[in-house]
């Protein structure tokens, strides 16, 4: 069973590999930057910072077609970003 800190670093470390994956995307990078009000600058001073993970995941779920691109890249489950 995974503990509490466990679960925050897994979903971390998918919020950061989302966020790599929307920067491989110039349209979802400039959409993202769009939809949360985040800078280029921002992207890099608030990559440790758990509001932001959750901004990350938020916009990733707006659509289901990213999802299923992300989570086909990835190797994981569908699920996964709601987790």
């Not at 466990?6 to 400039?30: F, P, V």
Request: charged residues 20%.
């Amino acid at each position: 069973m995974k503990t509490p800190k466990n679960q925050q670093e897994s979903a971390q470390t998918l919020a950061l590999r989302a966020l790599a994956w929307l920067l491989a995307d110039e349209e979802l990078t400039g959409l993202f930057l769009g939809a949360t009000g985040a800078s280029p600058a921002d992207l890099r001073a608030r990559a440790q910072d758990a509001d932001f993970h959750l901004a990350i995941l938020d916009f990733l779920l707006m659509d289901d077609r990213w999802v299923v691109a992300f989570c086909d890249g990835q190797g994981l489950p569908y699920t996964a970003p709601m987790q």
